[in-house]
């Protein structure tokens, strides 16, 4: 029987998969304003991100960063 990538994404989507690439993502920008902010209320923040990902409500936004 052929895989769906329905199911593939139901076993990859997790709570600790989402912990997971949010402390590889996060490497080396430690100081930075945005993740210290981010990480004082990250569990919270996961969590909703992983009940959007999992009701397929999520909508992604585009994010503009300013050079000096």
Same mark, same amino acid.
């Given at each position: 029987m052929a895989k769906t990538l329905? /199911?593939?994404y139901d076993k990859k989507l997790s709570y600790k998969n989402l912990m997971k690439a949010h402390n590889l993502?996060? +490497?080396g920008k430690? =100081?930075?304003k945005e993740i210290i @902010?981010? /990480? @004082? +209320? +990250?569990e919270e923040y996961i969590m909703c991100l992983y009940e959007k990902l999992k009701n397929q409500? =999520? +909508?992604h936004r585009r994010i503009y960063y300013f050079l000096h």
């Open positions: 329905r /199911n593939e993502s996060k +490497k430690g =100081y930075r @902010l981010f /990480n @004082l +209320k +990250k409500t =999520y +909508k």
